[in-house]
């Protein structure tokens, strides 16, 4: 198939302005495959392992269905909420996305000039190509700092101390990808880095010191693992700043129970869009259960699969107080840059209402289980 300017894959200029045609996330999915190359794309995209945990995550919303309410006064409805009391106009946030320039040379200065226009939670990646700094300059409404545990203390430390001089107001520490899961698709497309996109944060801190394996050891074990965050590390983490924490990538209640035990504020349901361990459970499976261990007032969110309005509202009725978003603000910014991430909060926005109105639950707080109707493992048909 021919576009524009050449073979499907190869990258075009950004729209300006933005046809009626795009109605959907889905439309901005396809659309992007034709304004990057096509090893960025596949990059993106592509799951770990075999992606089962990636297709579970966009299947799995399928199995929930919505009931219609009738006769609901919703002519004061409002889609807005708050998270550890910072008030959102909606429970959407931007998910922390490494090297958004891979998309748009703009990067993640475009994504926050839309966050700010739509009044959207952004959470920036210590790998973020733009500077946190810089990033926080675009961005006055809600932003939090995604956190990567660095293999020095002192530079753990350093990126604290600059995510709360620039104003983050709270800390989401990523703990699902201590070991770097291969991304298949981008391997077999030759995906490598343009040299010009690199973890802008991280310069200055050096190359990490090399760890010395003898043959007999595992680059698994005795290389990434011996670098990893543990338990005690996170409890020096809690000790150093007086931000909220949030922990990004948490599925087992047991961990979830311990974590907010020890003062973790926080915590994202996450599988890393299936980019983490393959194999695991769509986030929104467990969410119930996360929910049940920890109560109705410890703040969850959910990322992994969103990509309408209608999953977000399952998600929130599951029990979520927020949810997050990570390829869909790909696709956008891929697209038409600031514009189009902001017409993707947009119309994941719009369609959220819609759900709201037709569900009769004109604000966040009504949303619930009784709002859904599934399917059981013998095929019986329930109330959640
Ligand atoms: C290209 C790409 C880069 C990502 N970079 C990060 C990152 O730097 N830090 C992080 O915590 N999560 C990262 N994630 C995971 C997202 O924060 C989020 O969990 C995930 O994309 C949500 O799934 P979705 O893409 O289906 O919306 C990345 C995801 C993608 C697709």
């Not at 939670?121 to 956190?147: K, Y």
């Not at 035990?261 to 969410?287: C, E, K």
């Amino acid at each position: 198939m021919m576009t524009e300017s050449g073979p499907t894959g190869s990258a075009r200029a950004k729209l300006q302005t933005l046809p009626r045609t795009i109605t959907c996330v889905a439309d901005y999915e396809q659309l992007a495959a034709e304004f990057v190359d096509h090893p960025v794309f596949e990059y993106l995209q592509g799951g770990s392992g075999n992606e089962q945990s990636l297709q579970a995550n966009l299947q799995v919303f399928n199995e929930f269905q919505l009931f219609n309410r009738v006769l609901v006064d919703a002519a004061k409805g409002s889609t807005v909420t708050s998270v550890l009391n910072q008030k959102l106009r909606h429970p959407i946030l931007l998910a922390p996305v490494a090297y958004q320039k891979l998309v748009h040379p703009g990067g993640e200065l475009e994504t926050a000039r839309a966050a700010d226009a739509l009044e959207a939670g952004m959470v920036t990646s210590t790998l973020s190509s733009c500077t946190l700094e810089d990033i926080a300059a675009q961005h006055q409404g809600m932003r939090w700092f995604q956190l990567y545990f660095q293999p020095q203390r002192e530079h753990t430390l350093d990126l604290l101390r600059r995510a709360e001089a620039s104003g983050y107001s709270a800390i989401m520490v990523t703990l699902d990808a201590t070991v770097q899961a291969s991304n298949r698709r981008a391997q077999r497309a030759g995906f490598a880095f343009p040299p010009d996109v690199t973890a802008v944060n991280l310069q200055g801190y050096g190359a990490p010191p090399a760890v010395a394996l003898s043959p007999d050891q595992s680059v698994i074990f005795q290389g990434a693992m011996s670098e990893a965050p543990k338990w005690q590390d996170l409890e020096w983490l809690l000790d150093h700043t007086s931000l909220p924490v949030l922990i990004k990538g948490v599925l087992h209640p047991a961990d979830a129970e311990r974590l907010i035990q020890m003062g973790v504020r926080g915590l994202v349901a996450s599988n890393h869009g299936g980019r983490a361990l393959d194999g695991v459970p769509a986030p929104i499976r467990v969410l119930p259960l996360l929910r049940n261990a920890l109560g109705q007032d410890v703040p969850i969110l959910l990322d992994s699969g969103i990509r309408s309005g209608y999953d977000v509202f399952k998600a929130l009725a599951l029990g979520a107080d927020a949810v997050m978003i990570g390829r869909p603000l790909l696709y956008g910014l891929a697209v038409a840059g600031a514009l189009g991430v902001a017409h993707v909060l947009r119309l994941l926005r719009d369609e959220l209402e819609l759900c709201m109105a037709l569900a009769g639950t004109p604000t966040v707080a009504d949303i619930g289980p009784h709002c859904l109707f599934a399917t059981t493992a013998d095929g019986q048909r329930t109330l959640c």
